[in-house]
């Protein structure tokens, strides 16, 4: 394979999460070491648990509020409070009363807001201000 796994990681990164999940599920039927493989590599929203609490305040702050609360309509609600433990109190019962108040959302619309708060953490990642873990291979005991 030209370019390797990385390449590949790369490219699905930046891809709409309907083309990832659509890759990754065919790459799952035809070569499931692959597809675990891939998914070891990449980040998505769920990651964000894996953030420290500094490195998830810091992405707080730089993400738009309309795309974080439409982003948590579809997270886990581990992920959910989270997210409200690394905000003021007055934040999170905004932010949650936000999420009450959209009603029924698209899934395609949460997967872009989920996609862009990634993107924020990436760039992040990317400028050495956050460290995404990427599994045990990262760390040196």
């Known amino acids: 394979m ?3 796994v990385q390449a590949l990681v790369s490219i699905l990164n930046r891809s709409d999460r309907t083309t990832e999940r ?3 599920g065919a790459l799952e039927e035809r ?3 692959l597809a675990a493989q891939l998914k070891k590599l990449m980040f998505v ?3 964000l648990l894996s953030l420290d609490d500094r490195s998830v305040q810091l ?3 730089n993400v738009d509020s309309r795309d974080l609360a439409l982003a948590l309509k579809g997270a886990s609600e581990e992920l959910r409070e989270k997210i409200f433990r690394n905000m003021s109190q007055r934040a999170a019962e905004a932010l949650r009363e936000d999420i009450q108040l959209m009603g029924r959302v698209r899934r395609r619309d949460v ?3 989920q996609g862009r708060v990634v993107d924020v953490a990436r760039r992040l990642e990317e400028s050495g201000q956050i ?3 990427r599994g045990e291979d990262d760390m040196v005991i």
């Open 31 to 33: 070569d499931p070491e």
């Open 59 to 61: 992405v707080l702050r």
């Open 131 to 133: 460290v995404i873990s």
């Open 45 to 47: 929203f769920e990651d």
């Open 22 to 24: 659509s890759v990754l």
């Open 111 to 113: 997967e872009e807001a």
């Open 2 to 4: 030209v370019g390797g």
